[in-house]
Nanobody, 115 residues
Framework: VQIVESGGGLVQPGGSLRLSCAGSGFTFSNYNMNWYRQAPGKEREWVAVISASGVFTSYADSVKGRFTISRDNSKNTVYLQMNSLELEDTAVYYC?????????WGQGTQVTVSS
C-alpha cells in the first residue's frame, strides 16, 4: 500500500488550494478515504471522509462549507479542495485509508496560510 499526497504550499488568507492523494497497492475504489491534518503542537485531527463510491461525504465542523472532498476512482486519487483558507488551516495534511483494520498514511503535504 502506498499513499502519496501533493498540492500543498503557501497561500494568503482567503485563498484556495487543491490537495491530491494518490493511492496504490490496494483496490482504491473499495475503500473510504480520509483527510486529516496536524498543526504544530497539536494532535492530528480528522478533516473529511469520502465513501468508496464517492456518494457520501462528511466534514469536520471547522472546515464545513469551505472544503470539498472528492475522488476519481479511475485515477485512484482523492482530492481536497480548500477555499476561504484561514490562518488556522495551517498544518500538514495527511491522506488516510483504513484497510482490514490497518491505518495507512501518506507522508503529508504542508499547507501554510500566511499574509
Amino acid at each position: 500500500v502506498q499513499i502519496v499526497e501533493s498540492g500543498g504550499g503557501l497561500v494568503q488568507p482567503g485563498g484556495s488550494l487543491r490537495l491530491s492523494c494518490a493511492g496504490s497497492g490496494f483496490t482504491f475504489s473499495n475503500y473510504n478515504m480520509n483527510w486529516y491534518r496536524q498543526a504544530p503542537g497539536k494532535e492530528r485531527e480528522w478533516v473529511a471522509v469520502i465513501s468508496a463510491s464517492g456518494v457520501f461525504t462528511s466534514y469536520a465542523d471547522s472546515v464545513k462549507g469551505r472544503f470539498t472532498i472528492s475522488r476519481d476512482n479511475s485515477k485512484n486519487t482523492v482530492y481536497l479542495q480548500m477555499n476561504s483558507l484561514e490562518l488556522e488551516d495551517t498544518a500538514v495534511y495527511y491522506c488516510n485509508a483504513r484497510i482490514r483494520s490497518v491505518n495507512y498514511w501518506g507522508q503529508g503535504t504542508q499547507v501554510t496560510v500566511s499574509s
